[in-house]
């Protein structure tokens, strides 16, 4: 009876073996699924950080042109 329950058994060596191992999974798993969950999230995202970067380039390029206008035409007038 007693060498059923010694093979059953496993020693400290493999135990800390096996929590190491589950431990490394447990935090490598994690990230690797947030980032696939997260990976439309995140282009949904981008895609409108890029549309409202545009719309600021063209804004800051209409006012730029419209200053120098401004600009050519006070000088003109002077």
Known sequence: MSEKIESG?????KAFSLLGLAAALGVAVPPTVLMVSDADAETAGMERRHERREHRRERRHERREHRM???HERQEGH
């Open 9 to 13: 058994m496993i020693s400290r060596r």
């Open 69 to 71: 206008k401004r600009r």
